[in-house]
């Protein structure tokens, strides 16, 4: 694994979440808002590696999760 991500998602639940963020069920959220929320990394103890995450929408969004997380 990249030492730069150092958090894990399996593929399966990811792709679920991409789909319902394309059906539009996240709606008033930015990308990086709804993938901090539905997986609820408000209980992630080093928020330090999530900084910008929240913040951001569309293709830094996804960016920022391919930084942090490794898809398993």
């Known amino acids: 694994m990249d030492s730069s991500r150092s958090l894990e998602i399996e593929r399966a639940v990811f792709d679920k979440f991409i789909g319902h963020w394309e059906q539009g069920l996240f709606e008033g959220q930015r990308l ?10 408000h ?15 569309g293709k830094k969004a ?11």
């Open 32 to 41: 990086g808002q709804a993938f901090y929320n539905h997986f609820r990394l």
């Open 43 to 57: 209980r992630v103890s080093d928020q330090s590696l999530l900084m910008g995450l929240y913040e951001a929408d």
């Open 62 to 72: 996804r960016n920022e999760i391919r930084r942090i997380f490794h898809l398993g």
